[in-house]
């Protein structure tokens, strides 16, 4: 089957750098997907790994690592508008292409 | 505005009865996907279509159904709501081609009581 496991909560302070860790355990990898949900909205996009090493999209980065089963979304300077819960998502083998999604983040950024 | 649209937005249903709940897309995207949320359990997929006539099963798909007469549409079918199914229910699609990014309607809310 497949897993994903990240931390459940994350407080940080406005202007900070904060890390969401997530690992992995699947059959077929075809990449590491990150989603950003705020209360009461819909998921969206925010970045796509699908080889080792880190992509940037401005303030928010991406690492993943193969090997590890293990992947990272990077926020830097952040801002009261990043408080929102992350997801981490991975394709459900032998389903096309619908994601297996981890239980979420929930980042609190502080004043 | 391109996208996905779902309805209804909200719903407060009676246990037994069959609800559709309607999800709508405009990309041309060839998938197109069911999930449920609840708190502290993320998003659960229940069903899913890669291509129009195609549907698979997720991983919550008891008590639900879906149909996939075309690219475009893409309904939820309770036939005898419980109030277990009490949820957000998300629709999403994506681009076969690529698959890499899953947009999202904005839920619609359920209750079954």
């Known amino acids: 089957g497949q897993s994903l496991e990240q931390p459940s909560e994350v407080t940080a302070v406005e202007g900070a750098i904060v890390q969401i860790n997530c690992t992995y355990q699947?059959?077929?990898?075809?990449?590491l997907s990150w989603y950003q949900q705020h209360d009461g909205g819909a998921p969206t996009f925010l970045s796509y790994?699908?080889?080792?090493g880190l992509e940037e999209t401005g303030r928010f980065s991406s690492f993943l690592s193969r090997s590890d089963s293990y992947g990272y979304l990077l926020l830097q300077e952040l801002q009261m508008k990043d408080s929102a819960s992350y997801f981490c998502?991975?394709?459900?083998?032998?389903?096309?292409?619908?994601?297996?999604f981890g239980k979420g983040t929930s980042l609190l950024v502080t004043p | 505005i391109a996208g996905i649209t779902q309805a209804p937005t909200s719903q407060i249903l009676a246990a037994g009865r069959r609800m559709t709940l309607r999800c709508t897309q405009d990309?041309?995207?060839?998938?197109m996907y069911w999930y449920r949320q609840d708190l502290g359990l993320g998003l659960r997929l229940i069903h899913y279509?890669?291509?129009?006539?195609?549907?698979g099963k997720g991983e919550v798909p008891d008590g639900y159904s879906v149909s996939r007469a075309n690219t475009d549409d893409f309904p939820l079918t309770l036939a005898s709501a419980v109030p277990s199914q009490t949820s957000v229910y998300f629709c999403?699609?994506?681009?076969?081609?690529?698959?890499?990014?899953?947009?999202f309607g904005q839920g619609t809310r359920l209750t079954v009581v």
């Open positions: 998502a991975v394709r459900i083998s032998n389903s096309g292409y619908a994601l297996n």
């Open positions: 999403a699609s994506s681009d076969s081609s690529t698959g890499t990014e899953a947009f």
């Open positions: 790994n699908a080889l080792d």
């Open positions: 990309m041309r995207h060839n998938a």
């Open positions: 699947t059959s077929g990898f075809y990449g």
């Open positions: 279509s890669n291509t129009a006539g195609t549907t």
